[in-house]
């Protein structure tokens, strides 16, 4: 890909400031309706005690992670750590998180706006059934020990995935998330392989098991940042609606702006980098995918433009061909 690098940017993907409250909407809509299925799925992924091993798999490739999530008189605190891989923690208290690497003696200092596995919503929830149908309680499976019940969000176009759910009969908890492509083939899945719920979470499972007294210490700061004023112009799939314009220090002081889009379920990061002929040279245009994360790159005028998102390969180079760039010096 271009300047930044890939892990780079897939730890950015689904930053997407303060997500709306959705506990508020549940009581007045009807057991079967989506949005209040899918409130159940975030609240108890928002309000539960639990800690387990998550398995992410996509093709041949598994990867693992311990996860522990706890609630108590000051709020929401996590505890994410890799099993698989190039190691890597991350402990979260509400929306400030730090994340230690290991291998670089590193520690970065962030504020998160997204929840992940097992919560579900991206943003706004409201157009959802515009975009996906849903399909509730079409039987029940098991998975890490307990009984869950199966339904869907079909995709009703092909800018979008679809979605097939497990969530536990007893708390509403997300156990198992399957992605599909049009065609019905599985992309890729994420579900606990292990889970223990409260009273069984301690504090001491929520402790680091990392000295990091003399590491290097990083604090990564986003700015809002106006794009259109910049002279960008985004076509936007349809229900995709604009959720963060943000700026940032990528690697060695180079400056990023991205625009996150989001259709309540699929987020999509715009990445927008001046193009350097030195740095840049060998770099191409180009497409890649890492299992569900479909990326485009192209460049336009003297700027890398990179969209990102768990989304069709199609709708990312849609978007990225469709952004138009007007300079300062030509309105």
């Known amino acids: 890909?271009?300047?930044?690098?890939?892990?780079?940017?897939?730890?950015?993907?689904?930053?997407?400031?303060?997500?709306?409250?959705?506990?508020?909407?549940?009581?007045?809509?009807?057991?079967?309706?989506?949005?209040?299925?899918?409130?159940q799925i975030q609240n108890a992924a928002r309000t539960l005690d639990y800690a387990g091993i998550t398995v992410y798999q996509q093709g041949r490739s598994l990867q693992a992670a311990q996860l522990v999530h706890w609630v108590d008189g000051s709020g929401e605190r996590e505890r994410f750590e890799t099993l698989d891989g190039v190691p890597r923690e991350c402990l979260r208290e509400n929306r400030s998180e730090q994340c230690l690497y290991p291998d670089q003696r590193l520690v970065v200092h962030r504020t998160v706006g997204a929840d992940h596995f097992p919560a579900l919503l991206q943003a706004d929830p409201g157009l959802i059934s515009q975009h996906y149908e849903w399909r509730p309680a079409l039987g029940t499976y098991r998975v890490a020990g307990r009984d869950c019940m199966v339904s869907e969000l079909a995709a009703r176009d092909t800018l979008r995935y679809s979605y097939r759910l497990c969530t536990d009969l007893e708390n509403h908890l997300l156990l198992r998330t399957q992605t599909f492509d049009q065609h019905g083939h599985l992309v890729d899945q994420l579900a606990f392989s292990r889970l223990k719920l409260s009273p069984d979470i301690k504090p001491a499972d929520m402790a680091s098991r990392h000295d990091v007294q003399g590491w290097t210490v990083h604090q990564e700061i986003h700015r809002s940042v106006d794009l259109l004023a910049q002279g960008w112009r985004f076509a936007l799939p349809p229900g995709f609606r604009p959720q963060a314009e943000i700026t940032y220090q990528a690697n060695a002081g180079q400056s990023v702006d991205q625009l996150v889009i989001s259709d309540g379920l699929a987020a999509i990061s715009i990445f927008v980098e001046t193009f350097d002929p030195q740095r840049d040279q060998n770099l191409q245009e180009g497409s890649l995918r890492q299992g569900a994360i479909n990326i485009y790159r192209m460049r336009l005028a003297t700027y890398w433009l990179t969209a990102m998102g768990e989304v069709p390969a199609q709708t990312v180079r849609d978007v990225v061909h469709a952004a138009q760039y007007v300079s300062k010096t030509v309105r």
Not at 9 to 25: D, E, M, T
């Open 1 to 39: 890909m271009s300047g930044l690098c890939l892990g780079f940017r897939l730890g950015v993907l689904l930053w997407l400031g303060s997500l709306v409250p959705l506990a508020q909407a549940q009581d007045t809509l009807p057991a079967d309706h989506p949005l209040s299925a899918l409130t």
